[in-house]
């Protein structure tokens, strides 16, 4: 079955690996790109799109410029330490350079425009900050039932601290994960983090080809950067959307914490009283050796 999607993101190396493997997915029908600010500003976060967009082979895929800051507050962390102030680990350079048109119906009003035109559901993949998918929630509730699910990368369950997607924008969270209806999975950092990659893979990567030598080589300076192996995050997000049911999952009702204590950005199971209480299906275990092997299957197949 055909999944028409479309990736809201920051990208960020695991949002190239993300936005790559969507692009390798015979399942996956792309239908767009939005941006947001996260990993960088959303003018770099677009830039960095459109370089993926010329790498992919994706031709003059819409891509559109989203928001620049949260709904409410200022971001307060960001991320130079692990992926560089181009987003891309200081190594954008890697990448064609950005060419090609970016929508100027912004990223909103595409993603509005394509859901009102298509022709089946279509699956929402958010893997940056969630503010771009609350306000079209909000702007265009009418739309709501043209969309099949939203899978989202973010949010921690096991650990003690808030995960970077959700504590970028705690507030836009809390509208899309405890506030709405619409159909929706997380993939929280507690699974993602177990699919990490050493050398041996990376080395296969980039044997495939330029392109995939290219992102093999945005993959290993960051890890060379942190001194650790590199998680593929947002890829389980993307995997999971093209391929339903490839996560385990469990039904939650979730709370997003929004003060200024130091649970805000923190995602925790509610209570079952909350009068907005909905249920969100939680990823909850993948193998991660069958899931880096897939992952790796198909960036392979782009060469």
């Given at each position: 079955?055909?999944?028409?999607?479309?990736?809201?993101?920051?990208?960020?190396?695991?949002?190239?690996?993300?936005l790559m493997?969507?692009?390798a997915?015979?399942?996956?029908?792309l239908?767009?790109v939005?941006?947001?600010f996260?990993?960088?500003?959303?003018?770099?976060?677009?830039?960095n799109?459109?370089?993926?967009r010329?790498?992919?082979?994706l031709?003059d895929l819409?891509?559109?410029?989203g928001?620049?800051r949260?709904?409410?507050?200022?971001?307060?962390?960001?991320?130079d330490?692990?992926?560089?102030r181009d987003g891309?680990?200081?190594?954008?350079?890697?990448?064609p350079?950005?060419?090609g048109?970016i929508?100027?119906?912004?990223a909103?009003t595409?993603?509005a425009?394509?859901?009102?035109?298509?022709?089946?559901?279509v699956?929402?993949?958010a893997?940056?900050?969630?503010?771009n998918i609350?306000?079209?929630l909000?702007v265009?509730?009418?739309?709501?039932?043209r969309?099949?699910?939203?899978?989202?990368m973010?949010?921690?369950?096991a650990g003690?601290?808030a995960?970077?997607?959700i504590?970028?924008?705690?507030?836009a969270?809390?509208?899309?994960?405890?506030?709405?209806?619409?159909?929706?999975?997380?993939?929280?950092?507690n699974v993602t983090?177990?699919?990490t990659?050493?050398?041996a893979?990376l080395?296969?990567?980039a044997?495939?080809?330029p392109?995939?030598?290219?992102?093999?080589?945005?993959?290993g300076?960051?890890g060379?950067?942190?001194a650790s192996?590199?998680?593929l995050?947002?890829s389980?997000a993307?995997?999971?959307?093209?391929?339903?049911?490839?996560l385990?999952?469990?039904?939650?009702?979730?709370?997003?914490?929004c003060?200024?204590?130091g649970?805000?950005?923190a995602?925790?199971?509610?209570?079952?009283?909350?009068?907005t209480?909905?249920?969100?299906?939680v990823?909850c275990d993948?193998?991660?050796?069958?899931?880096n092997?897939?992952?790796?299957?198909?960036l392979r197949?782009?060469?």
């Amino acid at each position: 079955m055909t999944v028409p999607m479309i990736i809201d993101t920051d990208p960020g190396v695991d949002d190239a690996v993300a936005l790559m493997l969507a692009a390798a997915s015979p399942e996956v029908r792309l239908l767009a790109v939005t941006t947001v600010f996260g990993n960088a500003d959303v003018e770099v976060t677009t830039a960095n799109a459109v370089r993926l967009r010329t790498l992919a082979g994706l031709g003059d895929l819409p891509v559109a410029a989203g928001a620049d800051r949260p709904l409410v507050y200022p971001q307060l962390r960001r991320t130079d330490r692990w992926h560089g102030r181009d987003g891309l680990g200081g190594h954008a350079d890697l990448l064609p350079q950005p060419s090609g048109p970016i929508s100027a119906l912004g990223a909103v009003t595409l993603m509005a425009t394509l859901l009102r035109g298509a022709a089946t559901p279509v699956t929402l993949v958010a893997i940056g900050p969630l503010t771009n998918i609350a306000l079209l929630l909000a702007v265009h509730p009418e739309l709501k039932p043209r969309i099949g699910r939203i899978v989202i990368m973010g949010g921690n369950l096991a650990g003690s601290s808030a995960e970077f997607n959700i504590d970028s924008d705690p507030e836009a969270a809390r509208r899309v994960l405890v506030e709405e209806d619409v159909p929706t999975t997380l993939v929280p950092l507690n699974v993602t983090q177990r699919a990490t990659v050493d050398d041996a893979w990376l080395a296969e990567l980039a044997e495939a080809g330029p392109r995939c030598a290219a992102l093999a080589g945005i993959i290993g300076h960051c890890g060379q950067q942190r001194a650790s192996p590199v998680a593929l995050h947002d890829s389980l997000a993307v995997l999971e959307a093209a391929v339903a049911g490839m996560l385990a999952t469990t039904p939650m009702i979730l709370q997003v914490g929004c003060d200024h204590g130091g649970d805000r950005g923190a995602v925790r199971p509610g209570s079952g009283q909350e009068t907005t209480a909905r249920v969100v299906q939680v990823a909850c275990d993948a193998d991660p050796t069958s899931i880096n092997a897939m992952i790796l299957h198909r960036l392979r197949s782009l060469r």
